[in-house]
């Protein structure tokens, strides 16, 4: 019986006791998905993995023709397997991982002894492509074969299986779609064995140390006549083409380097995968979905995370055309919550889009395109004054503990209400909606918006004020210390969203003691792998995404001794949670090998969390600080490593730094580009020490310098431009 051993393919990386590694060690059950084609492609070729076969699977329709915003999502209804075999039965072990580490694109490794298939799954411009490697090492011959079988026995034939003189190296749809539309076909030199109606076969007699490569080609759209064509067709090109996308497409971002091949890895597979869930809709525009299959339909919420992750990238033409459409969804009320898509009444989805708008602005220094959208951010702004004015109601002379909040919504990511149903006052969405106030306000100072000004400062203040007395009142106390609950004063619900309260929407500072409270309730239940328990719909399950988006990134502004060692574990939880791909079901069971998963098995969110979590670990804009390594792993610099970000955009321009660590000489030394638009109050450089040592002392630009502060470990920088040179001494 063919079973997976679940290679690691870091499992060659030496790391000493105690060091946090990626392996994976806490990846949910099989399969496991990675989804490969083109980036912002409509071609999707959905790939599970699991121990001696892969499942191919599809759709023939996208959200070009759906509803804009609706959940409205394609059918996969299209599938084969994939079946390594060896002298008739399946491979000993298997694996799989990402090509390079990174790119989506599939490597499964099926091996029996010293005969092995690799299989690499590439989204080529007009087909997937499995490109098939076989191989005999052994001193004696073998037959191997990859059978290739629609599943449902009637769907699917192979023309040469009814007529022998037919062709016999595809298989056509039969029903369901045209007739003699092509599911897959093989390309390339191989005998192929007539097995069943609905099976294609390719075999190989391999003499021992010989070798054979072919392909099996799902075209996106082809039909049986355009057969010979597709047989000259130069596949190897195709699946070249494929590569380089991803490659070129990476290369545009800010770059980043962490000594931690696990790590590296993480990063580039998961803004690569923000790419692989975005694709065209209705409009013409280029959208990123919540998921690949189950959630693959555009909403307010995620998708707009990613266009903040994209400009903080550099990636801007990209991260306004992936918000533009969503900023459209508002009704002549000023109604910004979707109300005609999926997120319709979840009034968090104003401060989301808010973020995403005011993000842009600050990194780009784009007040044009500012000008042009904050008409419906003040739309957005009245509209919910009105809503709230409908809350502000005294109940005996006194308030009561929805008092200016938004009427009754929708509480979707785990906020159940008081009556188990999903319609409640949450106060995560109105943590949100709060902060599009805020950012209305912001937008109208920048863009010197005196005649409004004054009207939108009234809206934010009363709101602000009503929610922080909201959130005092409605607080829950628990063995002396209190946290903010999902509705006022009750306990029903999960935890996701209250820490937003202090990231991003600073209405409570990241000290505050609802927001300590509120991180020690999380942190009372935890999972054996380090993630807090029922942070989603499962109570006794985890949305492994709210680890970092929600409690590591409020641990990295806090900036307390210990909180951001806490960030860095957090981080690597998080990873060893996902799949030797890089992937992560919605929510899912706490154990290893955890068989309770739900949501789409290849989610956004947490690729999404994962990639910003990094970039704010390594460039992080905070008010009128920048910060600089604030929340790197200690044994990145341990001797002789280096970490570094380059043309890192911030609200003050773009900044490039690199930290090399000599500890063996006890020595630190920092090189950083300086930000050019703007002077920022100050950038703090955080040399995070691998044993914690004091800092001795320091020099910038080889000058003796008095600002760095031992507890903190830091060196502040100020009235500096160009290249700086920070030196310290342990």
Sequence with gaps: MSTSTHQNPLASITTQPGIPQVDFSYA???PHRLTVCLPDSSDKTLVDCQAGS????WSYDDQRNKPLAAFTTPATNWEVTVTPEVDGHACASSRWSRLDGWMPVLVYVADDGLVSIRM?????PTAMVLRIRVANRDQTPHQVSVPCVKPGGWLGLNPGWIDPDDDRDVLLAGWMDRADRIIVMVAGNADLALRAVSTLCP????APGDEREIYLIRPYRANHRDLPALRRHDWAQESEAG??????????????TIPDAGVQGAFQACVADCFVMREPVADGSVVASPGTECYRAPNSFEPLIVSVLFDQLGLHAEARGNTAMFLERQDEHGNWADPDGWVHHMWGASGVKSWAILEHARLTADTTWLATVFPRMLASSRWQDSRRAKTRVLVDGQRSLTYGLMPRGFGDCGL?????GNYD??????ILAVAGDALTVAAAEILGRSDVLDEVRRIYAIAQNDLLQVLDRGA????????IPGVPGHTCGSRWGALYAAFPCNILAPDHELISGTIRKIEARMSPGGIPVHTGWMKDGMWVAITLDNLAEVLLQRDQKGDADAAVRYLYATLNHGTPLYTWCEERGQEPGAKDCSGDRQHLWTPVAVARFIRDALVMDDGETLHLARGTARHWLEQGKTIAMTTAPTHFGVVSFDIVSDVNNRQIKARVTMPARESAKEVRLHLRHPTSAPIKSVTVNGNSWKDFNEDKETVTLKDLTGDVTVTTQY
């Excluded at 892969?54 to 699977?57: D, I, K, M, N, V």
């Excluded at 690499?120 to 080529?124: K, L, T, V, Y």
């Excluded at 829950?476 to 946290?483: Q, S, V």
Aim: glycine share 6%; proline share 2%.
């Design 28 to 30: 949910f059950a099989t």
């Design 54 to 57: 892969l499942r191919l699977a």
């Design 120 to 124: 690499e799954a590439i989204g080529g």
């Design 203 to 206: 075999t190989w007699n391999l």
């Design 243 to 256: 590569l380089a996308a991803w490659r070129s497409l990476l290369n545009r971002c800010a770059k980043v």
């Design 416 to 420: 159940q209400a008081r009556d188990d």
């Design 425 to 430: 006052y949450f106060l995560p969405h109105n």
């Design 476 to 483: 829950i106390a628990e063995d002396g210390y209190r946290w």
